[in-house]
């Protein structure tokens, strides 16, 4: 039988949950950023594609289950890792000289709660009704006689707002970074060892962490001054 | 040359330890780290003080006895360098250095600058070595290593166990250590029947001893003075899901000491 308890309780094992959880969400980052280039194609491009995804109500559920699982999964279990980490070193030092970690390393537990915030916020914003015209979104709307959200008009009515424009632009810098160190750590974690394997799988996943935050920066950006309405 | 020195003083492991300074006005630069302080201790002996407690032994850099932090550098600046094998050349004349013990709730400070490490020890306990049988010795060709395993698992056998990897992460892990020891008998035959049973005893004894998990930073793999890389805690990680997820049930708690 596996012992998933022992499993999550161990520092290999969760760092293990670590890894698969944040694969999930990570793979889910890089879809979602090539959706949002959609929105360059025009309203028409960008709401096929939102209705599209609409289609199938199930596997929409389905979809929302499993990435739900995994924040869940990563968040909480991010938890015991940080309270094993402070209790593992009660006394901090009096001078601390990094020089083998990272920034992006040494600040997951920063970008961590940025991208936590971003996604409730976003999902607020974008993906859950909200009731009438509140703060979180200026003017939410269905597309016309569909299920479907007006995500073009959604989207560019939000991020045309500074405000939310450049709070996204600077969450998604933020997810860069935390997807940057993932992508570093997440093949060690998951035992890949080879120095080869590891430096393809490395690379592959950077270059993705690029491609999600500079793609959705651009976004932002070309909403924000107004190439995109 | 004259080098100040901000030196953590504790009597021992319950009381509450604190900074005193001291400087000294003519080290040689052809010192070793570990020189210069014998010749503080022997100013402090004569002025009736208590001498900074610390660890050594080969002086070497082999045995893995030295071990404590130069400002936030365990063994100090140097790559690949034990602080035995340290020389006062490496330091510029007027600086400040603070010597802090190494850090960690599972290396309780004895007094000053010496940690009590015997956890690496218990992790060993559980594991780290092979059960052969007595006998007569097999033929030298008859087990055959590839050159890529040997070299890989002869560079994780050069840890010394100093505790320095414990004492650069930033999260008081001691994976790096507990991967060397895992790997070098991992990589090669004789390993292979205890292989999954050895992982889990030894990374569950890690963390019960206190050590905090892997955020793969990499700070160990810099301050360790024999190179050990990285690349050996995936390792063990992914023996330690491959036994978990595909090995053995039994696993753990054997008869064996383990
Ligand atoms: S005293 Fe032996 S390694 Fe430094």
Redesign the interface.
Known sequence: ???VG??W????????VMAVSGMILFGFTVVHMLGNLNVFLGREAMNDYGAFLHEVPDLLLVTRVVLLTALVAHVVTNIK?MQ??A????????????????LY??T?RISGPIVLTFIVLHLLNLTFHPVGKNWLHPDFRLQAGGHAPDAFHNLTTLLSQPLWGIFYVLANLGLGLHLF?GA??M?????????RQ?GSARMAATGLAVAVSGGNVLLALAILVGLVK | MKITLQVWRQADKSSAGNFESYTLDSVSEHMSFLEMLDVLNEELSVQGKEPVAFEHDCREGICGSCGFVINGRPHGPNPKTTVCQLHMRSFKDGDQLVLEPFRAAAFPVIKDLVVDRSALDRIIQHGGYVSVNTGNPQDANALLVSKDDSDKAMDAAACIGCGACVAACPNASGSLFTSAKISHLALLPQGQPERERRVVAMLEQHDAEGFGPCSQHGECEVACPKGIKLTNIARMNGDYLWAQLLGSPRVGGSADGG
């Open positions: 039988m596996i012992d022992r499993i309780r161990s520092s290999a094992g969760a760092k293990a890792l094993d980490s209790k593992a070193r009660p006394q901090a030092y009096k001078v601390v000289t990094p020089k083998g970690s990272t390393s040494r997951m160190h570093f750590a093949f060690r974690s998951l035992g890949v060892s080879g120095d590891l």
